[in-house]
């Protein structure tokens, strides 16, 4: 169900709510309140006189909440650069990707369980270790989406999990889709610019998007290219 479906569902089902608290007969409805009154019932099969008005209230309050946080960082087509995105850390803590202004970004889906991971852990922190000092990023985003491979949690014990892996891989931020309708806006920015061999969409674990000093993305890498096989384009925009 879409976001605008769910925020339609939740107005009606508040005027739903009103009309069953109104005395008289239903006969005494409108047509259209009669139909938003059948639409309440297949929806919300407990009767609505029986729905506490604060539980509906809470429904209609997340629908908003959620509106805005899916438009907090605007339309990802029209973004001139990721510095227009903010992400939220694996601790939860707002990050506007303006941070990194004037440096090489390497952005990467990661998977603890993957039959890349090992390789792909320890090329990183390469990459980091011979690069950081002279101006290179690198943006780890856990993501579950393929094959469950990163059941890790936020926070500690995804703190844990790379230090016990001896990956250090540069920024880590909070688990993301990077496919669907649920899709970080950064992804859906990253996608639309950088759209890959067989269409836009992510294939696996790992795969990799270079972002020049402008905040440009420049380049995308699948997932079985080896992060020191990107040292050279990295190499040329520093």
């Not at 809470?58 to 510095?83: F, L, R």
């Not at 792909?120 to 011979?130: A, G, I, S």
């Not at 393929?146 to 920024?171: N, T, W, Y």
């Not at 990077?178 to 061999?197: R, S």
């Amino acid at each position: 169900m879409s976001l605008r479906q769910f925020q339609n569902i939740s107005r009606q089902a508040l005027r739903c709510y009103s009309m069953r608290r109104t005395p008289g007969p239903v006969l005494e409805l409108s047509r259209g309140q009669r139909q938003c009154l059948r639409l309440c019932t297949i929806m919300l099969p407990v009767s609505c006189a029986a729905t506490p008005m604060n539980a509906i209230s809470s429904a209609a309050q997340h629908s908003t909440a959620a509106a805005i946080d899916m438009s907090a960082n605007g339309d990802y087509k029209n973004a001139a650069s990721i510095y227009e995105f903010t992400v939220k850390d694996t601790h939860g803590n707002d990050v506007s990707l303006e941070k990194y202004k004037g440096k090489v970004v390497l952005v990467v889906n990661i998977a603890s369980k993957c039959g890349l991971t090992k390789n792909n852990y320890e090329k990183l922190t390469d990459l980091k270790e011979k690069y950081g000092e002279r101006g290179l990023v690198i943006l780890n985003f856990p993501c579950n989406q393929f094959g469950s491979q990163m059941p890790e949690a936020d926070g500690e014990a995804m703190v844990c999990h790379l230090r016990d892996s001896k990956a250090d891989i540069g920024e880590v931020f909070a688990k993301v889709d990077v496919n669907g309708d649920n899709a970080a806006p950064l992804y859906k920015y990253l996608k639309a610019k950088q759209t890959g061999t067989l269409g836009s969409g992510i294939k696996w674990n790992f795969t990799k998007f270079l972002v020049n000093k402008e905040g440009v993305p420049i380049n995308r890498y699948a997932p079985t290219t080896d992060p020191m096989d990107i040292a050279k384009d990295i190499e040329k925009l520093l």
